[in-house]
Nanobody, 113 residues
Framework: QVQLQESGPGQVQPSQTLSLTCTVS??????????WSWIRQPPGKGLEWITY???????LYSPPLKSRTSISRDTSKNQFTLQLRSVTPEDTAVYYC?????WGQGTQVTVSS
């Protein structure tokens, strides 16, 4: 059974960089054909896809967020990491790491001074 667990700070100050890590168990992030994503849900809004990294290291970003987003991975730890730069209060959301059909439990991130 694949399990994903997000970790990172619950609060970030405006203009700073948000960094979240997803630790995966039950599968390898290098398994052929797999994709590992970050998705968020702002309060009162729908789900928004942010980025993903494929098993081979290929990455893809949501166009509206591309200029502020990076995704990286550590295959030795079976982890992948989201960085979102220059955050504003509009980046406040529950952030999920996902590998369909498996979801992490989500982590609340609030952008506030």
């Amino acid at each position: 059974q694949v399990q994903l667990q997000e970790s990172g700070p619950g609060q970030v100050q405006p203009s700073q960089t948000l960094s979240l890590t997803c630790t995966v168990s039950g599968d390898s992030i290098t398994t052929d054909g797999t994709a590992w994503s970050w998705i968020r849900q702002p309060p009162g809004k729908g789900l928004e896809w942010i980025t993903y990294t494929y098993y081979d290291g290929t990455t893809l970003y949501s166009p509206p967020l591309k200029s502020r987003t990076s995704i990286s991975r550590d295959t030795s730890k079976n982890q992948f990491t989201l960085q979102l730069r220059s955050v504003t209060p509009e980046d406040t959301a529950v952030y999920y790491c996902v590998s369909i059909p498996n979801w992490g439990q989500g982590t609340q991130v609030t952008v506030s001074s």
